[in-house]
Every structure is written in structure tokens, then in C-alpha cells.
């Protein structure tokens, strides 16, 4: 006689949690009321309602689609013609169709609100939880059109289809098109950036337009509509504009020799093209390449800082969600004392991120009205928080995984995609040490950007003691010294520490500033996350969580 194997009862799933889907993104308390504190509280309904987009289980599945199936580089067509196009898979265009129609490329620019621009970057945060990498072509898109402005008729031309909230996916002619993407060409294989290396040149022609002879290293989203690219002029390094199909109808010269393999971002194409006699036409002023082209960087910078900031608070809703819903030696985690410490303080870390990125997206809606300080301020502190914000993202990813244990290493849990796209933004528009320098020739060459740092910092003057000293050893470092260079970082981490405490003593519940002061400037903290100093008031922190 045969003994039964009840093999069925080992397939009865308890004790996991369930997936996070059929939520609303935007039901984070940290961003609404940054929302609101900032001057866009009117777009409270329309954040909630993409939100509830990007939450959704077909919103997931595209962005898990865009990233199993890549990209692909066509160069030739079945006759033999170059053509030089790259294919997405649908979920990719649905994800692109998404994001242009929430207004998060160039539309701001268009919308007179006092808000538009903190609307679009807390929008920009809620999709970047969902899927960051297509979000490449549309920060591209955001940042280019101040630095077009540069080229008054060329602005007149393209800025209201780069304005647009329709995504319009194919090369044609930009006239014939509903909206349109730009990107830009910076780097070269031989300088990175080190821009002034650039060898791509551009000889002017008699009609006024330019032809460039050369190569970029690494140019995203190559099926974008129109590019900025810096070349070597006569007069020097300057920036033209570069469309892909030119006004004729006609390919414009955009060899792209191939797609990079990159670590994460593997949704969004990167890629090496070639100029052979491509048209162009100058934006700005011939040998001021890199001031014209500033004026996108510094919008793609603050990108960078609320993509990190969206994807810290990301990987902490997945571990947050799976520690409320998963138990261990007789609690649920998310009742267990080391647990609760943990998430505390990923919490605040998240907080800190969220309201520094906020921050700085309203500085840039007022710095457009004319407010001189906030421009300055925003001069100084994007460089602070690029720097910081997405030196963070990383450590943080990697704790939020190991809240998950085994199943955060698995690809289904969505962690390891947010793990390998966690480096990015510190990469990208300037590495860690190009914008700790960045901050040492702003205190030299543009003291008025001290003088808005202090003038943030000093509204918190008082209420914290620790703060107060903090920022006191700060102003003594901030100094020029000769050795100002070797003491770029140690500078710089230390500026986004004072700045996130004296915003969050400011802006956040009191036990929040209090464990973030304890912890960060008066150094009771361990290497770790989950260090936090008994009596540090766990509850509160954790109420902040965002919500599933």
C-alpha cells in the first residue's frame, strides 16, 4: 500500500505579501505638503489622478516590459539605405505617451501659473517611481527649452511643439509633428567632461546655418526630435542646434554607430552618433558654448535630484509594504523593534531627499517670475543636492532590498531594477567630484549664491542647536582656501546636511528634525541605516511612510 504525498498543501502561499499595485503613488504625506508648501497646491487633484496611473497593475507591466525588451539599433533599412533608428517596444511608448500627456517634458514653460514648476517636478517624481528611464527624453525635453531661448527665432520656431503635451513618436519633419523631444550631445570619447576637449567641428555656411564634422560619446534618447550639441567654432566652443529630420523633410546626417550596454536605465536607448557634414544652427553666442548650455544642465541636474529622491522613496514604499504585510518570530516586521529602526530611518533619509528636491523645484518656478535670489539659490543648492541626493540613492536602494531578504533579489520584487538604476543620476549632467568643484567656483566666482545659501539656512537660526553649530564649522569651511579643492566633498556633504536640517526643522514634524539633527550633524548615527539613537520617537517617523 501506497502512503499519500499531500504534495498540493506546499503550494498554499502564506505569509507574503502581496503585490504592490492598485495604489495611488502620490499618497505620500512628504509630497503633498512639499507640494503645497512650494505654491502648487492646486495640482493636488491631477498629481493624485497620475498617481493613481502610475500605481495601477498596466502601468507596472509596461515599465517591467520596457526594460525586459530593450532598445534596438535598426542603421539600414532592407535595401540597404542608412536610416538610424532605434525601435522600442510598445510599453515604451505608452510609458512616453503617459508622462508628455501629464505635462512633465516642456509644458511648464507654457503654463504662466506661479507653481507650474513644482507641479511638473512632483508629477516627474510620481513617474519615476513607476519607470525612470523614459523619463530621459522628457527631462531632456523640459531642460532644453531655457537654453534655446538663447536663439530667439529658433525658440519661436520649435517651443511650442517642445511645449506640448502630446507625444508624437516617429522622424519627421518637426513643422508636421503635434509635439516634439530634444536631447543633447555634450561628451566625447576622448574628454568626458572635460568638455573644452571636444574635437566635433562646425564651419559656418553662407546661407547662416553651420555643418559639423565629428562624434559624441554619449547621447541619450537618439530618436528625439532636435539635440543641443557643443563644437568647436572658429570663435570657440559653442552650442548648436541639431535636428534629426531637417525642415525639408530630408535626414539630417546622424550616424549612430551603437547603443551603449549599460548597467540599469536599460529601457531608455543611449547612444555613440557620428556627424558628417550635419546641419546646424548656433544658439547663443559663438565660443560660449558651455555658458548657453548651462542653462539645460542646471534643469537636468534638478532632474537628477528628483528622480533620486523619487527613487529612495520608491524602493522604501516596496520595503515599507512588505514589512507591514510579512512576519517574523511571532510579529509582523513592521512591529519589530531593529525593523522599525531601519525604516525610520530610510524614512529619513527619504524625507530629507524629497523636501531638499522640492525646494530647489520652487526656487526654479520663482527664479522664471525674476526672483534674483532664488536664482542664485538655486545656482548653489542644485549643485549641493545633485551631489548628495544621488550620492544617497544607492545605500538606500540596497538597505530597502535587504527589508525585502531573498525575495528583494529577485527580480520580480522590482528591487534589482531600482538597485542598478540607483548610480545614474550621479553620473549623469556631472559626476560626484564636477559638481563638488562646481560648488567651489560658485563660492568664487559668484558670491551672491552664498549669500542665498545663508539666507536659507539662516531662517532655521535658532531652533536647534545643533543646527545653529553645524552651520556655524560650515561657514568656516566654506572659505577658499588653497586646498579647497582636496576638501571639495567633505564641503559639499556637509552643505547638504545643514541645508536638509535647516529645511526640515523648518518644514517638518518636530520628532522628525529631531532624529535627522541627532543623527546627521551631531553624528549619533552608525554607518548603517537602521542606527537610530534609542528614544528617537519611531512612530512619528514611520507615520510618514508612504502610504499602500
Avoid at 509644458?107 to 525612470?132: I, Q
Wanted: with cysteine.
Amino acid at each position: 500500500m501506497t502512503a499519500s504525498h499531500p504534495t498540493a498543501t506546499t503550494h498554499h502561499v502564506t505569509n507574503q505579501a502581496p503585490p504592490l499595485t492598485g495604489h495611488d503613488v502620490a499618497a505620500d504625506p512628504v509630497l503633498l505638503e512639499g507640494l503645497d508648501r512650494e505654491g502648487a497646491g492646486w495640482h493636488r487633484a491631477e498629481l493624485h489622478r497620475l498617481g493613481r496611473l502610475a500605481g495601477s497593475e498596466q502601468a507596472q507591466q509596461w515599465a517591467d516590459q520596457a526594460n525586459r525588451h530593450e532598445p534596438e539599433l535598426r542603421t539600414h533599412d532592407r535595401y540597404g539605405n542608412r536610416v538610424d533608428e532605434v525601435e522600442f517596444h510598445p510599453a515604451y511608448h505608452h510609458l512616453m505617451d503617459l508622462s508628455v500627456g501629464a505635462g512633465l517634458a516642456g509644458a511648464a514653460w507654457a503654463d504662466p501659473r506661479p507653481g507650474a514648476h513644482v507641479a511638473r517636478a512632483a508629477g516627474f517624481m510620481v513617474a519615476t517611481t513607476l519607470e525612470p528611464g523614459h523619463l530621459c527624453p522628457v527631462s531632456m525635453t523640459y531642460a532644453v527649452v531655457p537654453a534655446l531661448r538663447h536663439a530667439p527665432e529658433l525658440a519661436a520656431a520649435y517651443e511650442p511643439l517642445l511645449t506640448s503635451r502630446t507625444y508624437d513618436p516617429g522622424l519627421r519633419a518637426p513643422a508636421g509633428k503635434r509635439g516634439l523631444l530634444a536631447g543633447m550631445g555634450m561628451t566625447e570619447k576622448q574628454g568626458g567632461s572635460d568638455v573644452r576637449a571636444n574635437t566635433t567641428a562646425a564651419v559656418r555656411q553662407a546661407d547662416g546655418s553651420w555643418r559639423l564634422r565629428g562624434h559624441k560619446w554619449f547621447t541619450s534618447a537618439p530618436m528625439n526630435d532636435l539635440f543641443l550639441v557643443l563644437a568647436q567654432a572658429p570663435g570657440g566652443l559653442s552650442c548648436f542646434l541639431v535636428p534629426r529630420v531637417l525642415p525639408d523633410g530630408s535626414r539630417n546626417t546622424f550616424r549612430i554607430q551603437r547603443l551603449k550596454d549599460k548597467l540599469g536605465n536599460r529601457s531608455n536607448a543611449s547612444s555613440e552618433p557620428e556627424f558628417d557634414d550635419t546641419a546646424a544652427w548656433l544658439v547663443g553666442a559663438e565660443g560660449k558654448g558651455v555658458r548657453t548650455i548651462i542653462e539645460m544642465v542646471t534643469m537636468t541636474r534638478l532632474d537628477c535630484v528628483l528622480g533620486s529622491a523619487a527613487g529612495t522613496r520608491a524602493a522604501l514604499a516596496q520595503a515599507a509594504h512588505h514589512a507591514r504585510h510579512r512576519a517574523a518570530f511571532g510579529a509582523l516586521l513592521i512591529d519589530q523593534p531593529l525593523m522599525r529602526n531601519v525604516l525610520a530611518d530610510l524614512a529619513l533619509e527619504s524625507e530629507a531627499a524629497t523636501t531638499l528636491a522640492l525646494r530647489l523645484a520652487g526656487a526654479a518656478d520663482r527664479a522664471q517670475h525674476g526672483d534674483t535670489g532664488e536664482k542664485a539659490l538655486l545656482r548653489i543648492a542644485t549643485a549641493v543636492a545633485k551631489y548628495w541626493v544621488c550620492k544617497r540613492q544607492p545605500a538606500a536602494v540596497a538597505e530597502a532590498l535587504e527589508c525585502l531578504g531573498g525575495n528583494g533579489y529577485d527580480e520580480a520584487s522590482g528591487l534589482p531594477r531600482l538597485y542598478r538604476e540607483a548610480p545614474l543620476n550621479s553620473i549623469w549632467e556631472g559626476s560626484g567630484n564636477v559638481t563638488a568643484l562646481d560648488l567651489q567656483r560658485a563660492l568664487v566666482r559668484e558670491p551672491e549664491t552664498l549669500d542665498a545659501l545663508a539666507a536659507e539656512i539662516d531662517l532655521a537660526a535658532g531652533a536647534d542647536p545643533r543646527l545653529d553649530a553645524a552651520w556655524h564649522a560650515l561657514r568656516a569651511e566654506l572659505r577658499p582656501t588653497p586646498d579647497a579643492p582636496l576638501r571639495a566633498r567633505r564641503v559639499i556633504e556637509r552643505t547638504a546636511l545643514v541645508l536638509q536640517a535647516a529645511l526640515l526643522v523648518r518644514h517638518a514634524p518636530a520628532p522628525v528634525a529631531d532624529a535627522f539633527c541627532a543623527s546627521r550633524l551631531a553624528g549619533d548615527h552608525g554607518l548603517a541605516f537602521g542606527t537610530l539613537a534609542p528614544g528617537t520617537d519611531f512612530t512619528a517617523l514611520l507615520d510618514r511612510l508612504p502610504q499602500s
